[in-house]
């Protein structure tokens, strides 16, 4: 359930300034490639003007010639992010490794990506040597080696380091993995964001609300497993949209509707040793950390693929 040592004692690496910023080219490209997925981030904010903070930002990447978790991670824990645990999927053929953000002054009132707290990261990547033949031959197609340097870039860019594959290579690998299809076609633009419902200040702060409310909207919520998701302590509690459809034109011409990204409410409760301590001094780390197995793979299946893939 991760560690309740106190939070780093200071920032590590270079400008905090400069990793904020990479963070806001981040979220503006993931906002600006989601419609659906800006309007829900828009409306959290126009309901009791709440201020906003972010649990965690999540990415996928391929494990092949450097382009796995390490090509993401190797630039955030130059700034002080560290591993905080991680998470297989064995039958997904995929590995999770999620990380804490550096301790960093946050001021009583700060929030969003300006001067509120720094958000978890979490990066999957595709255990590409686990999968067949086929669909390695297909990855590798397009991942030359080496180009995983320039994933930070890409994903403030949005755009692929690798040319765009053709609608028969990805149709192909999602028969196997649609996890790697997805990652093939996407590359390191946000998989994900979810808000830290356990730090809003007024209706927002109850998920149970967030779900009733954003099925009231007429918001499409993912209901495998259960459209909340509670961990098995009860204390990791999970809400997330179905991911954004949008038109995408492939390599060979073909212009399809496939799965993009999507977003999440995430509330973390207070751990049983802590539940007397008066709410005015409750901090991050008197909450439940970490992720859970069970969720995190219903959690996945956001961007689950139409049947005919």
Not at 200 to 214: A, M, N, P, T
Not at 258 to 286: C, G, N, W
Request: hydrophobic fraction near 40%; charged fraction near 25%; aromatic fraction near 12%.
């Amino acid at each position: 359930m991760g560690s309740l040592d106190l939070p780093h004692a200071s920032f590590k690496g270079g400008s905090e300034t400069f990793l904020r910023s990479v963070f806001e080219s981040i979220l503006k490209t993931y906002l600006r490639k989601n419609p659906t997925a800006k309007k829900i981030w828009e409306l959290v904010q126009s309901v009791d003007n709440e201020k906003i903070c972010y649990d965690h930002f999540t990415f996928r990447t391929l494990k092949v010639d450097g382009y796995g978790i390490d090509s993401l991670s190797s630039f955030f824990m130059d700034y002080g992010y560290k591993i905080g645990g991680g998470l297989d999927f064995p039958k997904k053929k995929l590995r999770v490794l999620w990380f804490s953000p550096p301790d960093v002054q946050v001021p009583n009132d700060g929030h969003g990506l300006a001067n509120g707290p720094l958000p978890r990261l979490v990066i999957a990547e595709v255990l590409v040597d686990e999968l067949n033949v086929e669909s390695q031959g297909i990855i590798k197609k397009y991942l030359k080696p080496q180009g995983g340097k320039q994933a930070i870039l890409s994903s403030t860019l949005g755009s692929l380091i690798w040319e765009k594959p053709t609608w028969a290579d990805f149709t192909q690998l999602a028969k196997e993995s649609e996890f790697a299809a997805w990652t093939l076609i996407h590359g390191y633009t946000m998989n994900h964001l979810a808000f830290a419902v356990h730090r809003f200040e007024h209706r927002f702060s109850d998920i149970k609300f967030v779900k009733e409310y954003l099925e009231e909207k007429g918001f499409k919520l993912n209901n495998d497993g259960g459209i909340l998701k509670v961990s098995q302590d009860g204390l990791l509690l999970q809400v997330s949209s179905i991911s954004e459809r949008l038109a995408v034109e492939f390599a060979d011409g073909v212009t399809e509707i496939i799965p993009a990204s999507y977003i999440e409410f995430t509330q973390r409760l207070v751990l049983p040793q802590f539940k007397d301590m008066p709410v005015d001094e409750i901090k991050e780390y008197h909450r439940r950390e970490a992720f859970e197995l069970h969720s995190a793979n219903h959690v996945m299946e956001s961007t689950r693929f139409a049947t005919q893939l």
